[in-house]
C-alpha cells in the first residue's frame, strides 16, 4: 500500500470505524468530536507557524537587508 493513496486512507479510516458500536453510541460521537478537536489542533499549530515565520522574514529583513 502506498503513502497517501486512497486505499491507503480506506485503511485508515477502516481502523476507526472498526470502533463504532451499535451498542453504545457514545464510540461514534467521541470518534467525530476527537475528528473536529484534531482538525482544531492542527489548525492552531499551523497558524503558530505562520506567525513564528513572519517574525523570522521580519529578523532576515530588519537584520539582513532586502
Same mark, same amino acid.
Given at each position: 500500500?502506498? +503513502?497517501?493513496?486512497?486505499? +491507503?486512507?480506506?485503511?485508515? %479510516? #477502516?481502523? %476507526?470505524? #472498526?470502533? /463504532?458500536? !451499535?451498542?453504545?453510541?457514545? %464510540?461514534?460521537?467521541?470518534?467525530? #468530536?476527537?475528528?473536529?478537536?484534531? /482538525?482544531?489542533?492542527?489548525? #492552531?499549530? !499551523? $497558524?503558530?507557524?505562520? /506567525? $513564528?515565520? *513572519?517574525?523570522?522574514?521580519?529578523?532576515?529583513?530588519? *537584520? /539582513?537587508?532586502?
Amino acid at each position: 500500500m502506498i +503513502y497517501g493513496t486512497p486505499s +491507503y486512507y480506506a485503511e485508515q %479510516f #477502516a481502523d %476507526f470505524i #472498526a470502533d /463504532i458500536q !451499535h451498542d453504545d453510541p457514545s %464510540f461514534g460521537d467521541n470518534l467525530v #468530536a476527537g475528528f473536529k478537536i484534531a /482538525i482544531a489542533d492542527w489548525k #492552531a499549530y !499551523h $497558524e503558530q507557524q505562520v /506567525i $513564528e515565520l *513572519e517574525r523570522v522574514a521580519k529578523k532576515v529583513d530588519d *537584520e /539582513i537587508g532586502v
